[in-house]
């Protein structure tokens, strides 16, 4: 296993070279899924196996992060974990797509260098739920709801009648 990955690679060459990775990038890397999150703070967790399989030049990876988003009901900040796993069977041109096994998704190779990037990347952004929110209940925003109910109660008391009078004299 290797800790140093670069963005871009020759996925071809790799997959000759039987190469594998695991490391950690951080999250302020990856610009379009900044722009989904409330924070870029944290990394994301990265394995990476190149190889072949069934006479089928193929990436196989994982990655997994926990992200600062926030909760659509309340509005708050909360971390939400994702995974996602993948592999792809790399081939020239689309037509080769219909060659490859059930369990390979294809990704063409093109050029000398392939963008690891953006693989990760759309991994991440897959992974992320259509709709992020706490999972059990928004404590903040029923704390929240809570002080605006007593707030409400305290101002249409009699004696807070009474006192604001008072103090509209004073
Ligand atoms: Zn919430």
């Known amino acids: ?24 990038w951080a999250i ?22 190149f190889g072949e399989r069934a006479g089928i030049a193929c990436v196989q990876g994982s990655v997994s992060a926990d ?22 069977g790399l081939i020239r041109d689309e037509d080769a797509a219909d060659l490859l096994p059930k369990d390979m998704e294809p990704l063409v190779v093109q050029g000398e ?30 704390r929240q709801q809570n002080e605006r109910r007593e707030v409400d109660k305290i101002a249409s008391s009699p004696f807070a009648v009474l006192k604001n009078m008072m103090s509209d004299k004073a």
């Open 113 to 142: 260098e392939q963008s690891i990037l953006d693989i990760i990347e759309d991994e991440l952004l897959l992974s992320l739920p259509q709709v992020n929110a706490h999972a059990e209940q928004c404590s903040e925003y029923l």
């Open 1 to 24: 296993m290797q800790r140093e990955l670069s963005e871009t690679a020759n996925f071809i060459r790799l997959a000759e070279r039987n190469s594998s990775f695991e490391t950690d």
């Open 67 to 88: 992200l600062d988003v926030l909760c659509q009901r309340c509005m708050q900040a909360m971390i939400q974990h994702v995974a996602g796993e993948f592999l792809f």
């Open 28 to 49: 302020a890397r990856f610009e379009r899924l900044k722009a989904v999150l409330n924070s870029d703070q944290g990394q994301a967790h990265i394995i990476l196996r």
